[in-house]
């Protein structure tokens, strides 16, 4: 089988895709503000900082991931195990990007590249 979702999941996955593509830019803008130049801190504190802001909305971003799609009814078998794929690889992702040596440059690097 080639397609990843079925179709009648393609409208959770773009909006899914939306809140990712919103919250990269929220996070760029909030960024800006925590590593604001009247700040007098060490870059390795910001770092610190800042990561642990992403691993927060990582957090958050796979709970309602897992939240919303765990009420999407899987009529047999193989619906369930498309469902709990796509469910594992959001969370490994956002997890993978959270835990990243520049958070933030992944990103707004997927971001920039986005169509």
Do not use: H, N
Not at 28 to 48: D, F, L, W, Y
Request: hydrophobic share 40%; proline share 7%.
């Amino acid at each position: 089988m080639s397609r990843l979702l079925p179709p009648r999941f393609v409208p959770l996955a773009l909006a899914l895709g939306s809140l990712a593509l919103a919250s990269c830019s929220t996070l760029s803008s909030g960024i800006g503000t925590v590593t604001g130049s009247t700040q007098k801190k060490e870059p390795a504190e910001k770092v610190t900082r800042i990561q642990a802001e992403v691993m927060s909305f990582a957090d958050i971003y796979v709970g309602q991931v897992l939240d919303g799609t765990s009420k999407i009814p899987a009529p047999g078998a193989e619906e369930q195990v498309q469902l709990l794929g796509f469910q594992a690889r959001q969370a490994s992702a956002a997890f993978e990007i959270a835990s990243g040596k520049i958070p933030w440059r992944t990103c707004s690097t997927w971001r920039s590249s986005s169509p």
